[in-house]
């Protein structure tokens, strides 16, 4: 049998775990979800979980993929036979979420290029996002320039220069998203802002805060979804699971903290305190930081470096999407790399055409009052994610009994967390798990307004 690789190490572990969970989910989605679900509370809420449940998912996903040595599909049917449809699921989240990945990656691909084109500045006018993605030869045109390049990567395997580049690129980016920041918060008008996103109100508190902060815990970390797994089958005995998920989780929460900061304060400034601004939601990145830009010295340079590390960002994720999804379908199939490469550029660009339409052509289309991109987000975030994480908890909690994910830990290391762990995974995250699936449902089918 071909012996499975693995990484190098603990660094080698963290960085690239890291690199598929450090991206569009940072920097663009927990900035929108903050503004619009209540600021500091959304903050809070998002930071006891990733404590609690998201240490906890985290730690167990790798400690199965370390165990089995198999990725999602092969490792849930080794541990047992009739929960091996949890991984089928699992495996199909990759598939949703990879398209309209894909179409804000283009997004941000547009948005490099008017930057570095000298037509930055314009980008800051009224209007000029809404004209890009109502249009419709634009989105499609950089959405398929985006998994284009991801695939182009994919097939000839250049991860390793990927992984080079990214541990380059990653410093850089929090060291600009600091400065980013901290110029945005001189900006008359932010400090009111900064309260708003750091100071908890109480008042801004709906169950819809915790759903939301649930669904992006998931995104951002990459959890319910076979990635981790993948990844703890690439780890050696040696590494410890613990202080690595601890790593993760530092980088994952603080670039995300940072992104917020850069952006939310910047909403308050340049709405003149109109809080209808901060539910812009997907667009919100795009409009307010042009507009950071536009007043900032060197604002073009700044502006054109920042899309670009946030491309890399969002390319490390998209292409452990697409590896995922790849080698799914090489397993199954049995077909040359070559050709499924070819089979998920199609079915992406397929899948992602809605998305990219969604604000044009297709703009008049809504299901459950989503446009596409939502809808896309809404299903594999809201409802399927909790699901797996659900199933995976009762696997664990109680078919299997915690203590199989604690003796794998405590191969390298005594688990400290142990008590948290088993706690949460037996009792607290199924109950919250079922609350947030059926508070997803209701949202949805408009018996409780978000
Ligand atoms: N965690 C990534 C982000 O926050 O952008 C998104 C993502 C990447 C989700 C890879 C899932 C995944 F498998």
């Known amino acids: 049998?071909?012996?499975?690789?693995?990484?190098?190490?603990?660094?080698?572990?963290?960085?690239?775990?890291?690199?598929?969970?450090?991206?569009?989910?940072?920097?663009?989605?927990?900035?929108?979800?903050?503004?619009?679900?209540?600021?500091?509370?959304?903050?809070?809420?998002?930071?006891?979980?990733?404590?609690?449940?998201?240490?906890?998912?985290?730690?167990?996903?790798?400690?199965?993929?370390?165990?089995?040595?198999?990725?999602?599909?092969?490792?849930?049917?080794?541990?047992?036979?009739?929960?091996?449809?949890?991984?089928?699921?699992?495996?199909?989240?990759?598939?949703?979420?990879?398209?309209?990945?894909?179409?804000?990656?283009?997004?941000v691909l547009k948005y490099f290029a008017a930057f570095v084109s000298g037509s930055g500045i314009a980008a800051a006018g009224d209007g000029y996002f809404n004209d890009f993605i109502s249009g419709t030869g634009e989105p499609i045109l950089w959405f398929a320039l985006y998994?284009?390049?991801t695939m182009v990567i994919v097939l000839f395997g250049v991860e390793?220069?990927?992984?080079?580049?990214?541990?380059?690129m990653m410093p850089i980016l929090i060291v600009l998203l600091i400065f980013i920041s901290v110029y945005a918060l001189f900006t008359p008008g932010a400090m009111e802002g900064l309260v708003y996103y750091?100071?908890?109100?109480?008042?801004?508190?709906?169950?819809?805060?915790?759903?939301?902060?649930?669904?992006?815990?998931?995104?951002?970390?990459?959890?319910?979804?076979?990635?981790?797994?993948?990844?703890?089958?690439?780890?050696?005995?040696?590494?410890?699971?613990?202080s690595s998920?601890?790593?993760?989780?530092?980088?994952?929460?603080?670039?995300?903290?940072?992104?917020?900061?850069?952006?939310?304060?910047?909403?308050?400034?340049?709405?003149?305190?109109?809080?209808?601004?901060?539910?812009?939601?997907p667009s919100l990145m795009f409009v307010t930081l042009p507009k950071v830009f536009e007043h900032m010295f060197g604002g073009q340079i700044v502006g054109a470096l920042f899309f670009l590390l946030v491309t890399f960002a969002a390319l490390t994720s998209s292409i452990s999407l697409a590896e995922t999804v790849v080698s799914m379908i090489q397993d199954k199939l049995k077909i040359d790399r070559?050709?499924?490469?070819?089979?998920?550029?199609?079915?992406?660009?397929?899948?992602?055409?809605?998305s990219a339409l969604g604000y044009?052509?297709?703009?008049?289309?809504?299901?459950?009052g989503m446009q596409f991109l939502d809808l896309f987000d809404f299903i594999s975030n809201s409802l399927l994610m909790p699901i797996v994480a659900l199933l995976t908890c009762?696997?664990?909690?109680?078919?299997?009994?915690?203590?199989?994910v604690i003796e794998e830990i405590e191969t390298t290391a005594p688990f400290k967390a142990k008590g948290l762990f088993t706690v949460v995974i037996k009792y607290i995250a199924p109950v919250f798990l079922v609350v947030i699936f059926i508070s997803s449902l209701l949202s949805a089918f408009g018996a409780i307004s978000i």
């Open 245 to 281: 998920v601890h790593n993760i989780e530092l980088f994952d929460t603080g670039i995300a903290f940072l992104a917020g900061l850069m952006i939310v304060p910047a909403v308050f400034a340049f709405s003149g305190g109109d809080k209808s601004a901060l539910s812009a939601g």
């Open 360 to 368: 044009g052509v297709l703009g008049e289309i809504k299901i459950l």
């Open 198 to 242: 750091i100071k908890p109100d109480f008042s801004n508190f709906s169950i819809m805060t915790i759903v939301a902060a649930m669904g992006q815990l998931f995104y951002s970390m990459s959890l319910a979804m076979g990635i981790m797994i993948t990844y703890g089958s690439y780890m050696k005995k040696d590494v410890n699971i613990e």
């Open 1 to 107: 049998m071909k012996k499975r690789s693995s990484f190098t190490g603990k660094i080698g572990f963290v960085l690239a775990a890291a690199g598929s969970a450090v991206g569009l989910g940072n920097i663009w989605r927990f900035p929108y979800l903050a503004a619009k679900y209540g600021g500091g509370i959304f903050l809070l809420v998002y930071i006891i979980l990733a404590v609690t449940f998201g240490f906890t998912l985290m730690t167990c996903e790798i400690a199965i993929g370390r165990k089995t040595g198999l990725s999602a599909i092969g490792a849930f049917s080794k541990l047992n036979q009739k929960f091996s449809f949890i991984g089928v699921i699992a495996a199909a989240i990759p598939v949703l979420i990879l398209p309209y990945y894909s179409v804000i990656g283009g997004w």
């Open 394 to 404: 009762v696997l664990i909690g109680f078919v299997l009994k915690p203590q199989t």
């Open 147 to 149: 998994i284009a390049i």
């Open 160 to 168: 390793k220069g990927v992984e080079k580049v990214s541990k380059i």
């Open 338 to 354: 070559k050709i499924t490469c070819l089979i998920v550029l199609a079915g992406v660009l397929l899948l992602g055409l809605p």
